[in-house]
């Protein structure tokens, strides 16, 4: 217990001859050094707010600006136009700095080329708003750019060429205007019409005309109205009704999980992998509270929104009984770990100083190496974060309300990430295609219970080394926990490194205070939802089929000799193999981005178009020329090009039905088109994984460097949910889920079907990798 000791910073006795006071001087010191880290940080963020806050401005550019007035004062010439003069009078007279002429002359042009300094700031942001509002490039032919896109890029480069900070554009980015409704009824009509019959199409054409008609002008009103209110008319209803109001199980249902690289190795240390990762991570971390990331910039100079970023480290999803609520600290110094059962609190920092990877290996190895047992109840508590949320949100206010449940339950929820490390021992071996899918679903639910399903992520360290996320999906998606990764694998590859031996660099402080153990008392009744909660998780995990692969005769290269975008080559390939994998065509969904509006996350793109199903209809009659069938592919991926483009730039068809939908809600109001529209099932979900945010280094000289992206479980339980990444020129990987449960799917034979789709399409335009 010493190192319980060491924390508190005095004790006290009382005896008969007063009060005995014993001071700990370590502990003394560790308070002062955290309490000057802390104003550090409050100093920085004053530093960083005033920086954002006059971007593109800077301190350097006011000081110009006044001795410009100056300047133009002794040289007798005016260009205040008399501004300066009227400031200077009604300034007070006769007391404190004003007493001098000479004062009061430079405190006057100093407080003019201050409002003048402020101006030319408003009118640069606001120009550069009116030039961000602005996405015709978007739908320029690559290698044709227009005269006008040109001139636009230029304008933009000269008014973001001053090094922004992460947060410097978020005030220039334009908010997500909301479509006309006509304008969003036409394209719903046009995105169901290949997947109803004509009675069925003349029906739902009768409901949108009602609504569009009827019911809609009157909650359009509504939503322009919180358009304008709001910074975005969609993000925080979308965060509270999608994910924070769900009452299912996160495990399967949300949460969706990412891999390490896979095709290299660093070390198969367990320790020394973590200490390294961790280190990187709290590193990432830093730089993100003082906003040293790089904005992340389409075409390198349009910017994307980082507000998703706040929330990714000291965040915790609470379960509430309506509602949960996501709670995000300023700070946290500490990570919580959990190993054979127990959790343990391990302390980030020594004093102000960061602890070391070499430190940190020390600290997770004592982990692995404590033979102490789990306390009663404790080894399935995390059980509780995999079932209902109903459920867990009563069991936390019955057992974890007071006393040392709720002391270890704050551990856990106030640390800056969590930590599982497991007893198994998962990596992909090309040799063994099971691998992947069995890390794939390793990842994804574990045992249900060895990994913190509220927390923003859960880090995993295999046995052997091999690393991997789970990430709650309220608070961000994917490619927001994609930047962060792609930061800590290269910095651990290419910053930190190992020894001969695998073991961190450096030597580690033997003297530093062991991890703290969690301490629990859980009585029965607890125990009892634990394991309610815990067979609940395992049905769901037990029932999803994840089946992940390597598709290895191209990647991206050679998809580009079809001239196409590779998302679309990869989502026509989708509905053919669904199609024959099913015999139909079903409502599929793709995310897409629209980050660039303020606050901006997803929109969906319905992929299964009237261009895509004529073109999956032809390759599978069989009959059509080689010509024709490229005719039709270029149709459809044209097409899917098209909508994706509108999805990024606001013209989507989803979330505005969504947030009308809502209106509806809120105003009693009922719609037979909206309950219809927003029940339908997405059969094929799919998403793309984003690669190279940041370059971290060249892929061309260390192609094998590779993650593998990450995947999630299916959205329709007769469905299936398909993620892909493109991953460099000459692989994709993917990653397909289903469930056990319906008799229509199977995830392996859906993966037998896309291989087989892709190559029949690279024949249709002679593409092999021996073209390349």
Not at 248 to 270: E, R
Not at 449 to 466: C, E, H, L, P
Request: net charge positive.
């Amino acid at each position: 217990m010493a190192e319980a000791h060491q924390a508190v910073a005095f004790q006290f006795t009382v005896t008969p001859d007063g009060v005995d006071f014993r001071l700990s001087r370590e502990a003394l010191k560790h308070i002062y050094l955290s309490g000057i880290n802390s104003w550090k940080k409050r100093l920085i963020r004053i530093k960083n707010g005033i920086l954002r806050g006059v971007y593109p401005g800077s301190p350097t550019s006011w000081l110009v600006v006044v001795m410009a007035t100056v300047g133009s004062s002794y040289c007798k010439v005016d260009i205040s136009m008399g501004l300066v003069c009227y400031i200077q009078r009604c300034l007070p007279e006769g007391c404190g700095p004003y007493r001098t002429p000479q004062t009061r002359a430079l405190l006057s042009m100093a407080i003019f080329s201050t409002g003048v300094w402020m101006m030319g700031i408003f009118f640069f942001r606001q120009t550069l708003k009116l030039l961000l509002s602005y996405h015709g490039w978007m739908f320029e032919m690559h290698g044709q750019t227009s005269h006008f896109t040109k001139v636009w890029a230029i304008c933009v480069r000269l008014l973001s060429s001053r090094r922004p900070m992460l947060y410097s554009f978020q005030t220039s980015l334009p908010k997500l205007p909301v479509p006309s409704v006509p304008a969003t009824v036409k394209r719903y009509l046009e995105s169901v019409r290949p997947l109803l019959d004509g009675e069925e199409y003349s029906r739902m054409e009768t409901l949108a005309k009602e609504f569009q008609d009827k019911t809609a002008p009157r909650l359009q009103k509504y939503l322009v109205l919180k358009s304008w209110w709001a910074t975005n008319y969609v993000s925080d209803w979308w965060e509270e009704y999608v994910y924070l109001r769900s009452r299912a199980p996160l495990v399967v249902n949300s949460n969706y999980y990412v891999m390490d690289f896979v095709l290299i190795k660093n070390t198969n240390v367990q320790a020394a992998r973590l200490g390294n990762i961790v280190h990187a991570m709290i590193m990432y971390r830093r730089k993100l509270d003082r906003e040293e990331i790089k904005p992340v910039m389409a075409l390198g100079i349009v910017p994307m929104c980082s507000y998703q970023m706040e929330r990714m480290f000291n965040t915790t999803r609470i379960p509430g009984k309506e509602s949960d609520l996501l709670q995000h600290l300023s700070d946290s110094r500490h990570v919580a770990v959990y190993h054979k059962g127990r959790f343990f609190k391990v302390w980030l920092y020594e004093g102000s100083r960061l602890l070391k990877p070499c430190d940190l290996e020390m600290q997770f190895q004592r982990i692995l190496d404590d033979p102490s047992p789990p306390q009663p109840g404790e080894e399935k508590l995390a059980a509780l974060t995999a079932g209902g949320r109903v459920e867990w949100a009563q069991a936390r206010q019955a057992f974890f309300s007071s006393g040392k449940n709720k002391a270890a339950l704050d551990a856990i929820e106030r640390a800056a990430f969590f930590v599982a490390l497991d007893e198994e021992s998962h990596h992909y071996d090309p040799e063994d295609e099971a691998s992947l899918s069995l890390y794939g679903k390793a990842l994804l639910h574990g045992n249900c219970y060895n990994r913190w399903f509220d927390k923003s992520f859960t880090v995993i360290a295999f046995k052997n080394g091999q690393l991997g996320l789970n990430t709650e999906h309220a608070w961000a998606d994917a490619p927001i926990i994609g930047h962060l990764w792609e930061f800590v694998l290269g910095t651990d590859t290419f910053h930190l490194g190992y020894t001969e031996t695998g073991h961190c660099l450096g030597k580690p402080n033997p003297m530093l205070a062991a991890p703290q153990r969690l301490q629990w008392d859980i009585p029965e009744q607890c125990r009892a939802v634990i394991e309610s909660s815990y067979q609940v998780a395992t049905a769901l995990a037990d029932d999803v089929e994840l089946y992940c692969f390597q598709f290895l005769p191209f990647g991206k290269g050679l998809i580009k000799k079809c001239r196409t975008s590779p998302d679309a080559f990869v989502q026509i390939a989708l509905q053919l193999a669904h199609f024959r994998d099913r015999g139909k065509f079903c409502l599929t969904y793709e995310a897409s981005m629209t980050r660039m509006f303020r606050e901006g996350r997803t929109e969906t793109v319905r992929s299964c178009t009237s261009e895509s199903t004529a073109f999956v209809q032809a390759m599978v009659e069989g009959s059509h020329t080689k010509a024709d069938l490229q005719d039709l592919f270029r149709k459809a991926s044209k097409k899917h090009q098209n909508m994706y483009r509108l999805a990024m730039t606001g013209a989507g068809i989803d979330r505005h039905l969504f947030c009308l939908y809502l209106v509806s809600k809120y105003l009693g109001v009922s719609s037979p088109f909206l309950a219809e529209v927003l029940s339908e099932p997405w059969r094929l979900s799919t998403s793309q994984i984003a690669q190279f945010q940041i370059r971290m280094f060249d892929p061309d000289q260390y192609p094998n460097h590779l993650g593998a992206g990450g995947g999630f479980g299916p959205v329709a339980d007769d469905g299936y949910g398909v993620s892909y990444m493109i991953a460099g020129e000459n692989t994709i990987f993917f990653h397909i889920s289903s469930k056990f449960s319906s008799s229509e799917t199977n995830a392996q034979r859906f993966g037998t079907h896309i291989r087989q789709a892709l190559l029949d399409i690279a024949d249709l335009f002679q593409v092999s990798k021996a073209d390349s």
